[in-house]
């Protein structure tokens, strides 16, 4: 394999030495991490990878809000340009932006999302105001907004019922705005794991999956009711960073989602001969 630093943005691509014709964008979530492990794992099994920092490093946003999705689509076009076909791979705040982006971006192929949400959710400013996370031709794309009077029960703070609260409360219109179009994208894989204490992923994934059904298109779901929010994937470090808080799950059950997920993933790229299809 061959690894290359990036510098704008500040990343890493690892190259196969026979790559399988599929190239892989890898976004983490609110650690704001270069996911390389995630990369590699993937180039070792023939997919270009590449996975780069999209807040927090130079002339970028500094925490997770209007960030502007034309950085993801010139990472698109950039690997196009070295692939047949491209992946967009997001865990959390990550799988939103992928999602988001795909919806926005002809060129990609399929999203694979980990702990997905089927809105864009609000971003909160250091001053404390909410806004959206992403923005496009320099606007800021419709959010659903948090309820102010929500307080955490718990230490860490799991924000489960934050997000599940918010989206109840969400007027009908400001919802539907903040919905992500997921029926614009080829192929969506989802993992999510049943006691993620960070957002009700499980549900989001369902709602993604019946917005496409409704369209006429298929949606994988893997999940485990043990599993929480960093699913593991197989010889993948453990994710350890970002903000202090709940993710539920255990590290057996986070890692035997993995282990579960992994065969469709590599289908789904194209990585060993298998055919994907929903079942």
């Not at 579960?260 to 993933?265: E, F, L, N, V, Y």
């Not at 790229?269 to 298998?274: C, I, M, Q, S």
């Amino acid at each position: 394999m061959i690894t290359t630093e990036l510098t704008d943005p500040i990343g890493v691509r690892v190259t196969p030495d026979r790559p399988g014709g599929t190239a892989v964008l890898v976004l983490a979530g609110s650690s704001g991490r270069v996911e390389t492990g995630r990369a590699e794992l993937l180039a070792r099994s023939g997919a270009i990878a590449e996975s780069i920092r999209w807040f927090g490093g130079p002339g970028q946003q500094p925490g997770p809000w209007e960030v502007p999705l034309e950085l993801f689509q010139a990472r698109v076009s950039e690997l196009r340009t070295l692939a047949d076909r491209v992946v967009i791979m997001g865990t959390s705040f990550g799988a939103e932006a992928a999602l988001i982006t795909a919806a926005h971006t002809p060129e990609v192929d399929a999203v694979i999302a980990f702990a997905p949400t089927d809105v864009v959710w609000a971003g909160i400013r250091p001053d404390g105001g909410q806004t959206s996370h992403w923005t496009l031709a320099g606007a800021a794309l419709p959010y659903l907004p948090f309820v102010e009077d929500w307080r955490p029960d718990t230490d860490p703070p799991a924000y489960r019922e934050l997000y599940r609260t918010s989206w109840e409360r969400a007027a009908p219109e400001r919802r539907a705005a903040a919905t992500i179009p997921v029926e614009r994208i080829p192929q969506i894989l989802l993992v999510a794991g049943g006691d993620d204490r960070v957002w009700p992923s499980a549900d989001h994934g369902h709602r993604i999956a019946e917005r496409r059904r409704t369209a006429g298109l298929d949606t994988m779901i893997i999940s485990a009711p043990d599993a929480g929010h960093r699913t593991v994937l197989p010889g993948e470090p453990v994710a350890t960073g970002g903000q202090t808080m709940a993710r539920g799950g255990t590290p057996e059950s986070d890692a035997a989602l993995g282990e579960q997920a992994w065969p469709k993933i590599t289908a789904l790229l194209g990585l060993d001969g298998a055919v994907f299809h929903v079942t």
